[in-house]
């Protein structure tokens, strides 16, 4: 089979033009990464972004692997002696892998069917002359295959037999196959109810004892939300749509007349749709329901993580790091402004007075010692206590207590990477090294945790891991090229991320590094064992290298431009640091020039944009943020209370946020905005300061609803709960089809989302 093209069907499908999809995929099979091509190949990609980019590349792959399954299905073929050149050109002819499953379905090696054991009767003939149905008595022509010395014994058995062979007929057809397909994905139902022996006061599914929804509509969370209680086996579901329409659909097709011929046809028609075909159909389904979930579910977590990332830096400041603790004490840490751990101690600061007030002086003067100048502390246990502790110090010169999300920062400490880089230090000491750190930069920090550990997806267990490590392998990419990484202070983690470079070239930068000492310029990492000239095309325009010998290597200027900016700069008569220090000769710049075959505009704009600020954070100015005084624990809420706070996590159905009590309340969908929202990512994202109104909260659960509308909440409909919510009033049935269908149902308060959500705070 000659290579295909797959240029034509993904312009197609992205709706990208094909010059942009066939450049693209031209770099990408160079080498070239998603973050390159869309920084530094925008004349050749037409200025596509990475998402665009990325979706090309992974289409390209979806088509890569039909490719594969179809040269698998063409060899099968003419190896079992099947293939003919018009079922050949139906298989080329395939455009997805369910067409192509159907094609080649009735040539698949079968193990032994009731319909096989029937034709071993020699009863095939009797089932095709039923089949077409031209008036004949099935009983009659039956009695010629049955009896002694037949394999059929009865007319009977003749006829079962026959029956079984039209419906493996009709399970195979493709049309037939195709339409109840099609029915299952647009009207089938999801139909939930309790296993045998589930307690439904105590299960978290019980929403879901009675619940039916259409397929096509159910939401990501409530999908996986099923699908994980039926593993847990609380739940017997079903995918079906009215078994009327799809008997209608296939007696269309088979049904011919009413006869007694006829009569046996759809007979078989019903056996092949209750014992074969609603039954291969409702595994699609699930598996279609399932991708579909897992993709929305991954979307979701991929943008919650980018915020996250991307979160305000304070910067390099000399910082305390403090991980709070009552019984044990608070492990404490001090920093210096690359983040190097200069000392390390505990301290119990929520004993008797006069312990915490002699620990109050040893962090006054660890805090002098080091010049300490800012103090990150945990947002987990006693983080709101100590963090009020750290406020009432009176330091000598002033220190900022931010309150830092710890998430992640216990699986960090106990990580192969901690021991590598504290090998002697207890783990605690390591987790307030990388609260501490987190505060100075959260992606340089976080880069070192497992994604998954970070804690801001929904369900990320159960959905596929291969597709959600990838997507969120992506996005940290994504983050860190487009933020630049400092060569000679970053982690071997950080590097790792960077286009381009592979673990093997990032350990040998570490140890040049180590060895010959910082990089005087991006020029000298050619120097570096196996960094070959590919590796540095890529990688060369993400590393920054500040105060070295040409001042353009601490900007986002590719080497490979560097000769047009100096030309620029001849032209004037100046060097390149005088444009980046002068708006005056940035101005006097005609960019239209320099334009070249190799670079064009859009190029030649970034890079006047990096002259004007070299090396630019993209990420947002950090702001100091503090909860509300006296408001510690779930207890001290009050419905009507307006509180700032801090979205710690975006779902499908609303958001999470931090409001300083150890316990996140749910903002749910219908409570983000005065107006009808349909992605809650339209309003927040992760890390985004908010302002929220307290709704209701009950003590014995832990769930605290919140609401970010403007309006005043009604206070007196929404008490205190210091015991379990009330039962909720469910809606009876309606009848429909014959069957009980119950409405979708949302029912209980809105902290009845947390059960959903599969979330548990940190």
């Known amino acids: 089979m000659t290579k295909p093209n797959f240029t034509p069907r993904v312009a197609r499908d992205l709706d990208i033009g094909e010059s942009q999809v066939s450049a693209v995929l031209s770099l990408i099979a160079e080498g070239a990464t998603v973050p390159f091509i869309a920084r530094y190949r925008k004349e050749a990609s037409g200025s596509l972004d990475e998402v665009a980019v990325a979706a090309i590349r992974d289409r390209a792959g979806q088509l890569k692997e039909l490719e594969d399954m179809r040269e698998m299905v ?56 039923i089949l077409e149905q031209k008036g004949m008595d099935p009983l009659k022509e039956a009695e010629a295959f049955s009896g002694p010395g037949k394999k059929a014994a009865t007319v009977q ?14 399970n195979e057809d493709e049309t037939a196959r195709a339409r109840i397909r099609d029915l299952f994905l647009k009207k089938a139902s999801v139909q939930c109810r309790a296993a045998r022996g589930v307690e439904e006061n105590v299960s978290k599914f019980r929403d879901y004892f009675d619940f039916e929804e259409p397929l096509a509509r159910i939401p990501s969370h409530r999908a996986l939300a099923i699908r994980r209680g039926e593993n847990e086996k609380a739940l017997l579901v079903k995918i079906a749509p009215d078994d009327e329409a799809a008997l209608g659909i296939l007696n269309g097709l088979f049904v011919k007349g009413d006869g007694p011929d006829s009569g046996q046809v759809a007979l078989a028609v019903k056996d092949a749709h209750r014992r074969l075909l609603s039954r291969s159909m409702e595994t699609e389904a699930r598996a279609h329901s399932k991708e579909k979930a897992d993709r929305e579910a991954i979307r979701i977590f991929a943008e919650n993580l980018r915020h996250l990332l991307l979160a305000p830096p304070l910067g390099p400041k000399r910082v305390m790091g403090i991980d709070p603790g009552f019984r044990t004490g608070c492990k404490l840490v001090c920093l210096d402004r690359q983040g190097k751990l200069l000392h390390h101690d505990v301290v119990f600061l929520h004993g008797s007075e006069k312990k915490a007030g002699a620990e109050a002086k040893k962090i006054k003067r660890l805090a002098e010692t080091f010049q300490t100048e800012a103090i990150a502390v945990g947002n987990g246990t006693a983080g709101r206590e100590t963090q009020d502790f750290i406020r009432k110090i009176e330091f000598k010169t002033p220190v900022h207590t931010v309150m830092v999300n710890e998430s992640g920062a216990s699986v960090y400490s106990a990580s192969k990477v901690a021991r590598e880089e504290f090998p002697d230090l207890d783990l605690t000491v390591r987790g307030a090294a990388a609260i501490g750190r987190r505060l100075m930069d959260p992606l340089a920090e976080l880069v070192k945790i497992d994604p998954k550990s970070i804690g801001v997806g929904q369900y990320q267990h159960d959905v596929d891991q291969n597709a959600l490590k990838k997507s969120l392998d992506d996005v940290v990419e994504s983050c860190v090229n487009s933020v630049g990484v400092d060569v000679n202070r970053a982690s071997a983690q950080l590097l790792s991320y960077v286009s381009g470079l592979s673990r093997s070239i990032v350990q040998n930068i570490v140890a040049f590094r180590e060895e010959n000492g910082p990089f005087p310029s991006r020029k000298n990492l050619l120097d570096v064992p196996r960094l070959g000239p590919k590796a540095f095309e890529q990688s060369a325009g993400f ?19 560097y000769p047009i900016v100096e030309k620029m700069a001849r032209d004037m008569d100046a060097a390149p640091a005088d444009i980046m220090r002068d708006p005056d000769l940035r101005r006097q710049v005609d960019i239209a020039r320099y334009v070249t075959d190799q670079i064009g505009l859009p190029t030649l704009t970034d890079i006047m944009a990096e002259l004007e600020k070299p090396g630019r954070d993209p990420r947002e100015k950090f702001e100091e943020f503090a909860f509300a005084e006296g408001i510690e624990k779930p207890s001290d809420l009050r419905p009507g209370m307006r509180l700032p706070g801090v979205v710690s996590n975006v779902t499908a159905f609303g958001a999470f946020v931090d409001i300083g009590v150890h316990e996140d309340g749910l903002v749910h969908i219908s409570q983000m905005a005065d107006r009808f929202v349909k992605d809650p990512a339209e309003i927040v994202k992760t890390a985004q300061k908010v302002t929220v109104t307290v709704l209701d909260v009950d003590l014995e659960r832990n769930r605290i609803s919140l609401s970010m509308k403007s309006g005043k909440p009604d206070s ?15 809606p009876a049935p309606k009848k429909a089809g014959g069957r009980d269908r119950a409405k979708p149902k949302f029912t209980g308060s809105l902290a009845d989302a947390f059960i959903k959500s599969g979330l548990k705070k940190k």
Do not use: M, W
């Open 74 to 129: 063409v060899k099968s073929l003419e190896k079992n002696g099947h293939l003919t050149e018009d079922l050949k050109q139906k298989v080329l002819g395939a455009e997805t892998a369910a067409a192509l499953s159907d094609i080649y379905l009735p040539y698949r090696p079968k193990r032994r069917t009731r319909a096989l054991l029937a034709k071993e009767k020699g009863l095939e003939p009797l089932a095709l002359a």
């Open 157 to 170: 058995e003749a006829l079962d037999g026959s029956r079984d062979i039209i419906a493996e007929i009709i």
């Open 543 to 561: 590393l920054r290298i500040t105060g070295g010998e040409n001042p353009l290597d601490a900007s986002a200027v590719h080497p490979e431009s």
């Open 716 to 730: 007196s409909k929404a008490p205190l709960k210091k015991g379990k919510n009330p039962p909720q009033r469910k």
